[in-house]
């Protein structure tokens, strides 16, 4: 089984910066994808990055391009996710999650995070 656990959310103002990180433990595969969904109150849950098992490919939906940076540590088991010049409209519970598909425009995985949330305010 593997157990993925995200930390490093909070509240911020707009305009600042934000690192989540998801550490995975229990079995562990080395080469998964993952990547980091996020839902908005009354919203359904969108794929926000995702990132191959070699960092060599990285995606992301449009509305975080150019502000959101995915990586990962494999040798540490831990995927991150840099959020700088933050909206309000980012606020959101940000889901970490690993394996399963991965494709430029979607995500299909096998294991979820618990979620962490992250609220900006304007």
């Known amino acids: 089984q593997v157990q993925l656990g995200e930390s490093g959310g909070g509240l911020v103002q707009a305009g600042g910066s934000l690192r989540l990180s998801c550490i995975v433990s229990?079995?562990?595969?080395?080469?998964?994808?993952m990547g980091w969904f996020r839902q908005a109150p009354g919203k359904e849950r969108e794929f926000v990055a995702g990132?191959?098992?070699?960092?060599?490919?990285?995606y992301y939906t449009d509305s975080v391009k150019g502000r959101f940076t995915i990586s990962r540590d494999n040798a540490k088991n831990t995927m991150y996710l840099q959020m700088n010049s933050l909206k309000p409209e980012d606020t959101a519970v940000y889901y970490c999650?690993?394996?399963?598909?991965?494709?430029?425009?979607?995500?299909?995985?096998?294991?979820w995070g618990q979620g962490t949330q992250v609220t900006v305010s304007s």
């Open positions: 990132i191959n098992w070699s960092s060599s490919s990285t």
């Open positions: 229990g079995r562990t595969f080395p080469n998964y994808p």
């Open positions: 999650a690993a394996d399963g598909e991965l494709r430029e425009t979607y995500y299909y995985p096998t294991f």
